[in-house]
């Protein structure tokens, strides 16, 4: 460490405030992913196939050892109406075999809910991670679907023509 340089705890300190006060909602907002809007995963192809785990700063695999009481993050839920909000979680487990992280929601106070949710990595971001990179992430596979789907189209469109 060189002088004049703040104590490698304290940068951890202000990078995990700077995390904290981030809202994923409002950075996928600005790169064009409104995910509140009802009706806003209306497609026949799941996110998760879209997923660049390039994005990730750690392999799944040590998030899933990390799991259990001191893992806290924000997962994606949709609500009955059709909106969808992101929200703070315990997370409990991984099941590797399906891909998907249990979940159980926190209530203001920061206590648990006895519910639990499956989650996919995309719809699940760690307090310990980049929310901006994050928002990225989400943001790059939402965006490969769309250019998927469109793809699709095409190549519908190709093959309905006429010979």
């Known amino acids: 460490q060189h ?8 940068v951890i300190e202000r990078q995990r405030r700077h995390f904290r006060q981030a809202d ?3 950075l996928l907002l600005e790169r ?3 995910s509140s809007a009802a009706g806003a995963e209306e497609s026949a192809a799941p ?6 785990t390039e994005y990730d700063c750690r392999p799944v695999a040590e998030w899933a050892a990390l799991t259990g009481e001191t893992l806290l993050g924000r997962y ?6 059709g909106t969808g909000s992101w929200s703070p979680c315990a997370v409990l487990s991984f099941d590797a075999s399906a891909g998907l992280f249990t979940v159980a929601p926190l209530d203001e106070g920061g206590k648990r809910s006895l519910t639990t949710a499956t ?4 719809n699940l971001c760690f307090d310990a991670e980049d929310p901006f990179v994050f928002a990225e992430r989400v943001a790059a596979a939402h965006a490969a679907r769309h ?12 093959d309905s023509m006429p010979t």
Do not use: I, Q, T, Y
């Open 32 to 34: 064009g992913v409104d």
């Open 47 to 52: 996110l998760e196939l879209f997923d660049d």
């Open 119 to 122: 989650v996919s990595r995309v």
């Open 24 to 26: 994923v909602a409002a």
């Open 147 to 158: 250019a998927a789907a469109e793809r699709m189209l095409f190549e519908l469109c190709v």
């Open 76 to 81: 994606f839920r949709r609500a009955a109406d």
């Open 3 to 10: 002088a004049g340089a703040a104590p490698r705890r304290v």
